[in-house]
């Protein structure tokens, strides 16, 4: 910087005499009082040290969701992968009860709450009354964070798998699409779960085994390489602790069984496994009303019969019917597995391996980007090697 000049310097100041004065009163109050011992200049040096090197390059914010809830152990798992790993800043956002088959709803013409969480060490989190997708959509607006946008959003790691037609109704891929929707890169993860087989323990071994993916997304991210236009739908086998290697995958077109039983009644599930879906007292109570109110609404629909005048006969006889009312429940329930194309998300699970599959927004990808994809995959895969390798003790 050129030195200023002997004509500047005789410039007069633009601030009033008194006002210089005053602040320069109040400066000199807050020095530090000089220190005569050497020593404890370098004390204090030393101490200040710290505090300089958190002035450097800021870790990358990732923002997590899980349709299973804020106290889903796929969330837990996947959240203390990440902050132990400490290559970015852990942010949470998710719904405060389990919610996984509402597909990309919001929430319009109802308050959402947003309740911070203590549930996670290293990692600031909230939980909120909406969706999954509510969850992404108020955190990307900049209300709920101090921050514009994270680097990464991933939903996961969700209980069952996001494969084929269970892609339209599921939460979890409906996060990361909204995500995506807002031009920030995503990523959406599940274990394939079994009930006789898989374990809540596993969900910390499937977090493991994201994270190498997961940080070479960052890395990739950071340079601007990373793929764009999609997100990466991972799916987990069962038994992620034998997981046989990572497989590139087309989203398959398996839909399972859709059976409708007629029940007795409306009648909501037993109280017990309804308190327990729900964290808030309030939200409870406020459930429990609903429930009453539509319960008493029923009872006098049952006192008053409804009839409609169908014809008037020939001797002036008006013949009528009532309405009828029937209940039914929907159940999914798993077709066999045959001739499926052994490049596919469903067939990569089943046969022990971790699938990789690129989705756009519109739950396909074109063909223009599966070499892409399948590029970034092996570099992913090789660059984490590479540094196991290295990272190795010498024998």
Known sequence: MAASSGDDSRRPN????????????????RRPPPTEDASVAAAAAETSAPAAADDGPAKPVV???????????????????LVKGGRCDVHVCAPESDKPVCGHSITIRETVSATSSVDFTGAKAFEISGTPVDCISLSLSGRLFAWSAPALVISGINAGPNCGYEMFHSSAI??????LMYGVPSIAISLNWKNDETKDSDFKDAAGLCLPLIHAALADIEKGTFLSGCLLN??????????KGFKLTKQSIYSPAQSWQAVSSSRPAPAAHFMGMHQSLGIQLA???????AAGAARRGNLRKTVEVESVAAAGKQETREAV??????????KLHEGLDEDIDLRALENGFTSVTPLN??????PELETPASDWLSSALTVDKEKDASEAPAT
């Not at 633009?14 to 109050?29: C, E, G, I, K, W």
């Not at 997590?64 to 889903?72: E, P």
Request: aromatic content about 4%; proline content about 7%.
């Open 14 to 29: 633009p601030l009033p005499t008194a006002l210089v004065s005053n602040l320069q009163s109040v400066l000199a109050a």
């Open 234 to 243: 991972i799916g987990v086998p069962s038994s992620p602790s034998a997981n």
């Open 325 to 334: 009312k029937k209940f039914f429940r929907a159940e999914f329930t798993e």
């Open 287 to 293: 459930q429990l009303g609903k429930d009453a109110s």
């Open 63 to 81: 923002l997590l969701t899980c349709a299973g809830g804020i106290q889903s152990p796929g969330l837990a798992a996947l959240v203390d992968a």
């Open 361 to 366: 927004v519109h739950g396909r990808v074109e």
């Open 174 to 179: 409906a996060a990361a699409r909204e995500a």
